[in-house]
């Protein structure tokens, strides 16, 4: 043949739904056979959605997956192109795999189960599956009985050497990469980074291919791409969206190596603030979609963290499927309900105003008799948002939106928010967003709003939300630096303690002052019972609080870690 032309098809599965994703593999399938290609690559997992947890541990599931890859085998019987795809197998003696599945011709050509399983962070696949064996070369049949010899590799198998070098050894022409890799903020340079590094050993060609979407916590970014055996970016899908792209490749002159035809389309990368931003909204967007809410509804509280979550709730699904509440008590201040009303109005949301005062003045009867007149406290500002989180999970009951939670990592962090009160409600999308990123990504919304996102252009977040002090509005002239150190000062410590985990002395001898370490370190460890309680929410970071920072919540070391920086 004069070529071979491979397509990288990135789409969006979803876990358990594998009629669906049987019509998706079908749709890019049709697509790429468009482009003339003789063979589709998809992600992994595909045929079942990736992660799927415990989920794959049913026989059932994994019998229907069979099913599916042989029903896909079947339909390659066309003259259109073979399928790469990944689902699970089970061998015969019944071990579970991870495994990327050749099809073609009418019938299942290869199989290769996952080699290197993850078992950190967000992965615990050594839960659910066996490791396969070193794998050797998928053979490709082609027309006029050639034959083109794929080295197949699944997601982790590519962050190590050892697999992508047996495959160069034992005769693969090019490198083919299968993946369910989620986003993080630097992990789109890490991924090429190591592309090109197995590039170099091997001296191969190598075509990288990523689900995007979100799934649970997780959002998957795409931005598949191929690189060239001299390490040439071939071709980048952009992130966050559906693509197939065709690749075209040749043995060179002398019929030994594969070497790409012209170059693809090439995405840019997306500028760090804005990609978070999209991944904010895919994260909500799928999280409410793939679980059938009709909507979401939120406290508009007049502050910048509410203000944010229904700027990407808007973007994330149109102003018409979210509710806005504002629930003021006696402490807001006259600026928040005017600032509230003016974001709803630059939203285009529907803005409720339910007064929680004969609510409290009824819990304040009500327990009078038990709190025996002791003095009011943090006990009194905590039934307000208790009180307010009774509200919209009724509103949620009885209209059907899913409640959004509105508090970011910083006050997660630092245990700055109330159990059963702004905690209340079924996803975040800033649970793993600083504060001072909050303030950056409104900025940015203002400015420019992004092709994909469903909201009005221009000013959406009024400039005096952004520019006053944080306040929870809990008690008369209450801030939040009253309780807590300057935002810049908190985030950086956070980041030292959690994406970094440095300990308070190293903090110390960074330059941060010992009594700000001292009390953020004892209030990030206090408030671990607080976050196991805490709603699903978007993974941002490399330690998103959840399934990538696991912490006892009896933890008796943190006194150990305290002493270290004196007293």
């Known amino acids: ?67 599916v890859v042989t029903r896909l085998a079947a339909e390659t019987a066309d003259g259109g192109p073979a399928l790469l795809i990944g689902s699970p197998w089970r061998d015969p003696a019944g071990r579970l795999f991870n495994a990327a599945v050749l099809v073609g011709e009418g019938r299942v ?96 060609p190598l075509i990288y291919v990523n689900q995007w979407g979100g799934q649970d916590e997780l959002v998957f970014d795409g931005a598949s791409f191929a690189l060239d055996a001299d390490r040439t970016l071939v071709t980048q899908a952009p992130m966050l969206e559906e693509a197939v792209i065709a690749t075209r490749w040749r043995r060179d002159t002398d019929g030994m190596r594969l070497v790409a035809i012209g170059r693809g389309p090439i995405a840019p990368a997306l500028p760090p603030l804005e990609a978070i931003y999209r991944v904010m909204v895919t994260g909500l967007r799928d999280y409410v979609e793939k679980n059938r809410f009709p909507g979401v509804v939120l406290g508009l509280s007049g502050g910048v963290d509410s203000a944010l979550s229904a700027a990407v709730a808007v973007d ?17 201040s006259r600026e928040s309900l005017e600032d509230a009303t003016t974001c709803a109005r630059l939203l285009g949301v529907r803005l409720d105003e339910i007064g929680i005062e004969p609510a409290v003045e009824a819990f304040q009867h009500m327990l009078a008799p038990v709190f025996e007149n002791r003095t009011p406290d943090t006990t009194e500002e905590n039934i307000q948002s208790r009180i307010r989180g009774v509200i919209l999970m009724g509103i949620s009951n009885k209209l059907g939106p899913m409640v959004l939670t509105t508090g970011n990592k910083s006050e997660m962090s630092v245990g700055y928010a109330t159990l059963y009160g702004d905690m209340a409600g079924g996803y975040s999308v800033l649970k793993d967003v600083y504060k001072t990123t909050v303030f950056a990504l409104s900025r940015l919304r203002n400015e420019r709003r992004p092709h994909d996102c469903l909201g009005p252009d221009g000013l959406v977040i009024p400039e005096r939300i952004i520019t006053k002090p944080p306040t929870a509005e809990l008690r008369a002239d209450q801030k939040d630096e009253d309780s807590l150190p ?14 970094e985990d440095l300990s308070p002395r190293e903090l110390v001898a960074r330059g941060e002052d010992p009594e700000v370490v001292r009390k953020v370190s004892n209030l990030l460890d206090l408030a671990e019972y607080k976050r196991r309680q805490a709603p699903p929410g978007v993974k941002i970071t490399r330690k998103a609080f959840g399934r990538d920072r696991r912490y006892p919540i009896t933890n008796a070391f943190r006194r150990i870690g305290l002493r270290e920086i004196g007293s």
Not at 316 to 332: F, I
Request: glycine content about 10%.
């Open 316 to 332: 994330a699904l149109g102003a018409e499927r979210v509710r806005a509440v504002m629930m003021p008590s006696r402490y807001t």
């Open 486 to 499: 300057p935002y810049p000062v908190l985030d950086r410590v956070l980041h030292g303690l959690v994406e």
């Open 109 to 204: 050509l290869a199989r290769r189960a996952k080699h290197a399983l993850p078992n950190y962070g967000v992965f615990d696949e050594k839960r659910v599956f066996e490791p396969g064996p070193v794998p050797g070369p998928m053979v490709l049949p082609l027309a006029g009985g050639e034959t083109l010899r794929l080295g197949v590799m699944v997601c982790e198998d590519m962050w190590g050497e050892d697999v992508a070098e047996a495959l160069g050894e034992s005769g693969a022409e090019i490198l083919v990469v299968i993946n369910g890799s989620p986003f993080e903020t630097e992990k789109p340079e890490q991924r090429l980074q190591l592309a090109v590094a197995r590039a170099t050993e091997t001296g191969l």
């Open 1 to 67: 043949m004069d070529a071979f032309v491979i397509a990288l098809a990135q789409g969006n599965p979803t876990v358990g739904d594998l009629e669906g994703n049987l019509a998706l593999i079908r749709r890019l399938r049709a697509a790429a056979a468009a482009e003339g290609a003789h063979l589709v690559v998809l992600s992994e997992l595909c045929v079942i959605g990736y992660p799927p947890e415990d989920l794959v541990l049913k026989p059932a599931l994994t019998q229907h997956a069979e099913r």
